[in-house]
């Protein structure tokens, strides 16, 4: 018996906009330290904290938005601001520049990246039309679901009786 992988169709496209935006992240990470010093920067390393600080308050208020109206109501904006972020550091020459740049930066990936992660599950958990928790159907803990019944139980170990009552 061999591990398989499978991949689910409707998780293709959330995938590669997830691709684009976190390589997209990552290239630019990896040079902003040198583009802040060849600029005159003092200290370039204030454009990660904005990111940091911009993120944890982001991700607070903005998956709420995504859970009550909607993935891309969360996607489509988190990916604009984040290009615009990336522009306004292409550009920067000032330390308020990169930590403007920053913030728009972690506010934007902040926005999509928990929403693209979200609606790959959400394409993925689809078997019928209806949400999971509106399906309907025995649930994993009621009486008639076959994790309860007598057929799902794993035989007894032998010299053991099942149930017994017997102190170990």
């Known amino acids: 018996m ?87 550091v292409s550009s920067a020459a000032s330390v308020e520049a990169f930590v403007f740049a920053g913030m728009a930066v972690g506010i934007g990936f902040a926005t999509a990246q928990p929403a693209l992660q979200a609606l790959a599950i959400d394409l993925a958990e689809r078997p019928s039309a209806a949400p999971r928790w509106r399906r309907s159907g025995p649930s994993p803990t009621s009486a008639s679901s076959p994790a309860r019944s007598s057929q799902a139980r794993s035989p007894p170990l032998p010299g053991s009786a099942p149930f017994s009552s017997s102190p170990l």
């Open 2 to 88: 061999g591990i398989g992988f499978r991949l689910h169709r409707g998780v293709i496209a959330p995938s590669l906009a997830q691709y684009a935006v976190i390589v997209g992240n990552g290239a630019a990470f990896s040079f902003i330290p040198l583009l802040g010093i060849s600029r005159g920067v003092a200290n370039p390393g204030l454009y990660f904290t904005a990111v940091a600080i911009s993120s944890i308050v982001a991700r607070l208020l903005t998956g709420r938005i995504a859970d009550r109206r909607g993935r891309f109501t969360a996607i489509v904006p988190g990916m604009i601001v984040t290009a615009a972020g990336m522009y306004i």
